[in-house]
């Protein structure tokens, strides 16, 4: 079973390095700052493309918290307007910087607690921050992550298992070295093979390792 597990990781952590997404600006950098405005802007918008311009055009105006903190709300609208909406991410990003500019002297905290007590930040941002930003050997369970391991896993083409489940698996999963590669890399595989209809399993790197591959291709 270890060796299993250990193959599985090579493989996911393989992939990413040569087929991941490892260009988007907010994964090339441990800017914990980075990484939480771009974890926000992605919430409920799966075109990963149509947030790249615009987080580019967010760090170059609002570089840092404190920058952030001292703009209005009508202000981070008018940069973000293009996402949808609008005013419910404005309102929250405005809320999030005067949080963070008043309670950690305009740091992004490094404690699970401390991050989830943030405006629209809950498990899935927290531990993204705290895994590519300060190398935290936690999960990032997103849709794709889970629809991977149901698959992977359960053999199931959703992804019903309970909370306990998913997280016994990912911590029987999740690797010393390499977590943040490992992490992305489902999330990736979810994203480009492991889709959620007609999924590319013959060119899944991870497909002899699957439930849902076997049950699929060897009947």
């Not at 609208?77 to 419910?88: A, D, F, H």
């Not at 359960?154 to 999963?173: I, Q």
């Amino acid at each position: 079973m270890e060796r299993k597990r250990e193959e599985l990781i090579a493989a996911l952590v393989d992939w990413y390095k040569h087929n991941g997404r490892k260009h988007l600006p907010w994964r090339m950098t441990r800017n914990p700052y980075r990484i939480l405005i771009a974890e926000l802007m992605l919430q409920k918008t799966h075109a990963v493309q149509q947030v790249l311009p615009i987080f580019q055009i967010f760090m170059h105006k609002y570089p840092d918290i404190a920058s952030l903190s001292k703009a209005t709300t009508d202000e981070i609208k008018e940069v973000i307007s293009s996402l949808g909406l609008q005013n419910t991410r404005s309102r929250r990003l405005k809320e999030l910087a005067t949080a963070i500019s008043e309670e950690f002297n305009n740091k992004v905290p490094n404690k699970y607690e401390d991050l989830v007590s943030l405006p629209g930040v809950g498990e899935y941002i927290a531990n993204a921050v705290l895994c590519m930003a300060f190398g935290r050997r936690v999960p990032m369970v997103d849709a794709n992550f889970g629809r991977v391991l149901g698959r992977v896993f359960f053999g199931k083409e959703d992804y019903p298992p309970s909370k306990d489940k998913t997280c016994r698996v990912t911590n029987e999963l999740l690797p010393e070295m390499h977590c943040k590669e490992f992490n992305l890399g489902i999330i990736d595989l979810g994203a480009l093979v492991c889709i959620p209809v007609s999924p590319k399993c013959p060119s899944c790197p991870i497909s002899k390792y699957c439930l849902y591959f076997a049950r699929t291709y060897k009947k």
